[in-house]
Antibody, heavy 124, light 108 residues
């Protein structure tokens, strides 16, 4: 059974760097897209960015200047860094595994495994 | 546009059928996936690739798609279906991932 275990600091001061790591235990790391998604208190889901096993990344344009995602294939882990955090970055951060492909007519994309989430609070 | 639009709230009487919709240009080329989220929990995939259910998801959940609109239908809604529901796809360029704003489902 695939499990994603995530960890990182939960309390930051403004201007600090958020750093989270997620590990895939039990899956095939190379076949998927690996994403970070966040959810501010009382709000919806916001995609932050993704990386695949070869290290190719895509980022949400609204966060791109502050975000980097990296992968450690030897440990089946991927990591998120968000620089210069503010109170607006306060959220539950999820790591997630996604499947992408194409059927005859349409493309498909779905997230089949989520981490449990890490609550990150930015406060002075 | 590169966004997915959902109605913020929907309600359904216990045992009745409800449809939750998601609109966006990307849905003309991408199947939507759907997630259920209950308070304090991570989202759970309920429908993927138009109308496929992961193992363990009841068959009262189904999906459909027409034009730029995807729909999640719950046939015979149960009290435990009360939750937030999110649709998801990639954008039309394929470079970014989109989430709808979410629909809060109330079972009366």
């Amino acid at each position: 059974q695939v499990q994603l275990q995530q960890w990182g600091a939960g309390l930051l001061k403004p201007s600090e760097t958020l750093s989270l790591t997620c590990a895939d235990y039990g899956g095939s790391f190379s076949d998927y897209h690996w994403s970070w998604i966040r959810q501010p208190p009382g709000k919806g889901l916001e995609w932050i960015g993704e990386i695949n096993h070869s290290g190719s990344t895509n980022y949400n344009p609204s966060l791109k200047s502050r975000v980097s995602i990296s992968v450690d294939r030897s440990k089946n882990q991927f990591s998120l860094k968000v620089t210069s955090v503010t109170a607006a970055d306060t959220a539950v951060y999820y790591c997630a595994r996604a499947v992408a492909g194409r059927s005859i007519i349409f493309y498909y994309y779905y997230i089949d495994v989520w981490g449990k989430g890490t609550t990150v609070t930015v406060s002075s | 546009s590169s966004e997915l639009t959902q109605d913020p709230t929907v309600s359904v009487a216990l045992g009745q059928t409800v449809m939750i919709t998601c609109q966006g240009d990307s849905l003309r080329s991408y199947y939507a996936s759907w997630y259920q989220q209950k308070p304090g929990q991570a989202p759970v995939l309920v429908i993927y690739a138009k109308n496929n259910r992961p193992s363990g998801i009841p068959d009262r959940f189904s999906g459909s798609s027409l034009g730029n609109t995807a729909s999640l239908t719950i046939t015979g809604a149960q009290a435990e279906d009360e939750a937030d529901y999110y649709c998801n796809s990639r954008d039309s360029s394929g470079n970014h991932v989109l989430f709808g704003g979410g629909t809060k489902l109330t079972v009366l």
